[in-house]
């Protein structure tokens, strides 16, 4: 076991390493500078043209990628061009905004999206079945954004029920704590209900496609495991239906959706950038969007290998969870 | 009155539609059955694939609803039975299946599959429950501490005695074996099959016992009835069927059994053609295309099983009251 895990850190080693540069690569070629762009419109060319040596953008590309990458080996992302602090904890300040909005999305595509699809499942063409597909195809292919802008123009705009930016009316919540999260486990339940009324039309809009495909996959693979030997051989003890249905088939069918779930966290990082945006979410994914307009190079960077390590992170807890609820399935 | 009595039972499904439009045809799986199961007996059902038994085995318990006919089980009759009624009675009539490797909840351990329709009926829980869980490993010839183990972590002969296991926990009277030894090898089919007489000796049970190994339902049957194409055409006491069977489809299947003595030099029936498709039997008697026997009456009317004491026979021929008499 120990091995194994051994050997699933390593492997992630090429990953990061490849992913760093080809966002390096990738932002070096897009236009723009960031010393001119950072700099006020009075510097003088000697003014932009030592920024950029302060920068190490006078550097061949090569030697700007290999000092980055020995920064990382001492886990250090390097310094922000736009704000001069550490990247390292400029993220560290924006992520618990982040994960608390992926942990409430990933609430909502689960707690609908799986009773909608074993519902679906187990009855296969009703009514029930026709809509949860109906919603299931609206999640998938809804786009997030524009859910969001619409839950803002209705909710917000014209019936003015919960707030549409932001995340707290106390002024604090900003992204370096688990607002809602916080605030539930102190008992703090005035507060937690102001942080649920922020995070609840984002987490819809994040969550939406996420509970489309959560549901598609747990109707197919309920429809299939239903009809397995042993879901007749519970019937044939006499259980009724619900236990079938809940203990015997769910717990088989839930292998699939769990992949579909790690592999769909990843989306629901790429997705928050822009929900956070929509939403004016204080997270990582609007400080990203920051970066890349002020070509903020260590920041961008910085962010994107979070990114990357979540998603990889992620899918190694995924694996793992199979053992758990799959004892034929072992590691070693 | 027999514990288990079937009578006319049926059950067509629809035959798969074509791309456009409906078909209206049925595959007749199981066309107007009766028979009578007596308490404490097995009676063994045998016919090639194909030919229904595995059908009438699941109709009889309701895991297939028939489409016609009664199943009555200590005086009750069972398809008109509410679901949860009919749940209750499943207690008393367990099935054991055919695949070990696939009817076991790959997901669950071995005391919780044993013990999970014994909590279900309401019959042990807590201490009891892992007592009587125990009792059922041991009575089927496993150790107590596969207690916590999972289904694949056992052999076929060993998930076949979970299966037998579980099927008594509930205190089943009447267990349908379909085809429960089959996918074993050759050795552990016997001592699975001496296990089940032994059980049937200890706790009075009543087997329906489905197969298509002749030999197999030989050893373990009272009576034995053989089915073709949905209907029932023989039916007689284990011993009697053996040696002077009369339906020329009983001889046939019967000449087809291997016996272990090289010298011997049998006469072999070799049918001609293949089964006809159930979506359309053939008019009359549905054997008659491939009888070597066939009149022109068998074309046309369909035989009833008609008993000569406890021996009957579906034949225009060869039943009690047949041509070959007259």
Redesign the interface.
């Known amino acids: 076991m120990l091995r194994y895990l051994l050997g699933r850190i390593i492997a992630t080693i090429p990953v990061v390493v490849l992913i760093s540069l080809l966002v390096f690569l990738l932002i070096h070629a897009a236009p723009g500078d960031p010393a001119d762009l950072l700099l006020s419109d009075e510097a003088s060319a000697a003014d932009i043209a030592d920024a950029r040596r302060r920068w190490g953008l006078d550097q061949p590309i090569y030697v700007q990628y290999l000092r980055f990458l020995a920064n990382i080996a001492s886990a250090d992302l390097g310094t922000s061009f736009k704000y001069s602090d550490p990247v390292i904890g400029l993220i560290g300040e924006r992520l618990p905004a982040t994960i608390e909005l992926a942990i409430a999305s990933l609430l909502i595509a689960i707690l609908i999206g799986i009773p909608l699809g074993v519902w679906a499942g187990a009855k296969p063409n009703s009514w029930a079945d026709n809509l949860g597909s109906v919603l299931g195809f609206f999640g998938i292919s809804m786009p997030s954004f524009w859910l969001g802008i619409m839950l803002i123009l209705i909710v917000s705009g014209y019936f003015n029920w919960l707030p549409s930016s932001g995340r707290s009316t106390y002024g604090v919540g900003q992204g370096s704590d688990f607002y809602v999260i916080q605030s539930l486990l102190t008992g703090n339940l005035k507060t937690a209900w102001d942080g649920i009324k922020y995070i609840i039309m984002p987490a819809i809009a994040l969550g939406t496609g996420m509970m489309g495909l959560v549901m598609r996959v747990t109707r197919s693979s309920v429809l299939e495991i239903i009809s397995e030997d042993y879901v007749r051989t519970a019937r044939a003890k006499g259980l009724d239906e619900r236990t079938v249905l809940w203990r015997h088939v769910l717990r088989n069918a839930l292998v699939p959706v769990i992949t579909v779930v790690g592999l769909e966290l990843g989306t629901l990082l790429s997705g928050s950038i822009i929900v956070e945006t929509v939403f004016a979410w204080p997270g990582s994914g609007s400080l990203l969007i920051a970066a890349i307009q002020s070509r903020d190079y260590p920041l961008i960077t910085g962010t994107v290998l979070t990114y990357t390590i979540a998603f990889v992170v992620i899918n190694f807890a995924i694996d793992m969870l199979y053992a758990l609820i799959d004892p034929r399935i072992r590691f070693g | 009155m027999a514990l288990l009595e079937i009578r006319d039972l049926k059950k067509y499904f629809p035959a798969p539609a074509g791309l456009l439009g409906r078909a209206k045809e049925h595959v007749k799986a199981i066309d107007g059955v009766s028979l009578d199961v007596e308490d404490g007996e097995t009676v063994g059902l045998v016919g090639e694939s194909g030919c229904g038994k595995t059908t009438l085995g699941r109709c009889i ?1 309701r ?1 297939i609803e028939p489409g016609g006919g009664t199943v009555t089980f200590e005086g009750r009759e069972l398809s008109s039975l509410p679901e ?1 009624a009919m ?2 009675m ?2 008393k009539m ?2 054991i ?1 055919q ?1 070990p490797y ?7 351990r071995v005391g919780e599959i044993i013990g ?2 014994l909590r ?2 309401g019959l042990a829980k807590g201490r009891d429950l892992k007592a009587r869980v125990l009792e059922l490993l041991a009575r089927v010839g496993l150790r107590g501490e596969y207690f916590g183990k ?1 289904p ?1 972590e056992f052999s076929g002969g060993q998930r076949q005695r979970i ?1 037998i296991a ?1 099927a008594l926990a ?1 205190n089943a009277r009447f267990i349908v074996a379909d085809e429960a030894v089959s996918a074993l090898d050759v050795s552990i089919q016997a001592q699975i099959l001496n296990m089940m007489l032994d059980l049937q000796q200890d706790l009075g049970l009543t087997y329906l016992f489905i197969s298509h190994d002749l030999r197999v339902v030989e050893h373990v049957s009272d009576r034995v009835a053989v089915m073709y194409l949905g209907k029932i055409v023989e039916v007689a006491p284990a011993g009697k069927l053996y040696s002077v069977s009369q339906h020329p489809y009983t001889q046939a299947l019967l000449s087809a059994v291997p016996v272990p003595d090289p010298s011997r030099k049998g006469t072999r029936t070799v049918l001609q053609g293949d089964v006809p498709s159930p979506i359309n039997p053939p008019p009359g008697c549905s054997f008659h295309p491939r009888c070597p026997f066939a009149l022109k009456l068998c074309a046309e009317e369909e035989p009833r099983l008609e008993f000569d004491g406890q021996h009957g026979v579906a034949c225009h021929v060869f039943g009690p009251g047949g041509t070959k008499y007259l």
């Open positions: 318990v895991l949860p749940r209750d499943r207690r367990q099935i299946f695949d696939a009817s076991l909840n790959p997901r669950m999970e329709g279900i009926h999972y694949h299966g579980r509930v």
